[in-house]
């Protein structure tokens, strides 16, 4: 089994601090999402106890998210959700969850599939890397997921134009390699 099949341990120290035992580094909620984002499964245990601390750790980053105004989760969803917990042995809810979600996996993976077998670029070699590199570009070019264009610490103008040429130089380079790819590629 390689090392992306079993999950990752993360180690509660009595501190409170979560220790990745893969990098032999200390880690946050926060990295422990991006991990789970990556589809890398993680286990998170108390070092003293041995105790399984996951769902508590898994809630509690939903919660911060939650919190932050990424609202995921409907507010009628919660609502069923707090109702499961009232009625004896959990009712449905656990096993519909875990249903619905195996459906949408399954739905997006025979998608992904249906989209790739349908692409004629696809066959071509180093498309996949054409690929990263090109969502690498549009992630370059929206700031990533929070569209903040100038990046951090960079200042604006008026007409939203960045102080930097670092970041033109930047996209020049990553589109050049782009056409050379592309022109390899014909």
Sequence with gaps: ???????????????????????????????????????????????????????????????????????????????????SYMLPGGGMMPQFLQSSFDMLRDSQSKLMENMNAMNPMAQIPGFEALKAQQEAFIRAMTGGLGGNWSGPGRKQDEAGTSDSGEDLDDIKKQLAELQRKLSKLS
Aim: glycine share 8%; no cysteine; aromatic share 6%.
């Design 1 to 83: 089994m390689g090392d992306g099949d079993k999950p990752l341990l993360i180690k509660r120290y009595a501190s409170r601090r979560l220790y990745n035992t893969e990098t032999s580094d200390y880690v946050t909620l926060e990295d422990i999402a991006g991990f789970i984002r990556a589809g890398r499964e993680v286990q998170i245990v108390d070092l003293k106890s041995g105790d399984d601390l996951t769902r508590q750790y898994l809630l509690q980053i939903i919660a911060e998210h939650e919190s932050r105004g990424e609202n995921v989760l409907p507010v009628n969803v919660l609502n069923d959700l707090v109702r």
